[in-house]
């Protein structure tokens, strides 16, 4: 096939170019291919560790509550293995709540604190946090539980952190902080809510 001059020049800086580039250019595609089929493994992996964890959430969920160690160990094994799946969080959650209702309170504050720096659905890290500080606020341990109550957490729970918060402050004698921290979850709350009604009542009590 003939070729003009200026089809002639453009082939011959085409193969220039090629020359001092195609190294570079074939390499770039070469990764490109390696990232797209590393992202398509790890999607697929993923998927494998999702799907393994249901199972074994719903396992454990189904587990009779007088088996308290098997719920411990199917709640621990998704902690271990499947961190990187929602399950792991709500499992954590549960068997704090377990191990609460058995006065068990170092494992429960163990596995709400690993909840709410590992779970990965934001109301599961609120919840965590919510239980976390209420067992605080139980023990006395006021100054943990308003530093447990100032992490970041889903706005949806902004309520809830606030009356927990005033009980903490009325519990420290600190009336006037209470009253507005009252104030604040009573702006949140759902004011249809049986929870608005008992905050109310509370800032009442204190004479507001």
Known sequence: MAYDLEEQDQLDAFRSWWK?????VIGVAAL????????EGWQYYQ???SAAASVQYQNMASTDIKDADKIRTLSAELMDKYSSTPYAGRAAVAVAK???QEQDLESAKAQL?????????????AIALLQLAAIQYEEKAYDEALKTLSEKHDAGYAGLFADLKGDVLVAQGKTEDAKAAYKDALAKLDMQGDYYKYTEYKLEALGS
Do not use: C, P
Not at 115 to 120: E, G, I, R, S, V
């Open 20 to 24: 001092r580039n195609g190294n570079l």
């Open 32 to 39: 490109a291919l390696v990232g797209f089929g590393g992202y």
């Open 47 to 49: 998927y494998q560790q």
């Open 98 to 100: 377990l191990n609460y």
């Open 113 to 125: 604190t690993w909840a709410a720096k590992n779970a990965k659905e934001d109301a599961v890290r």
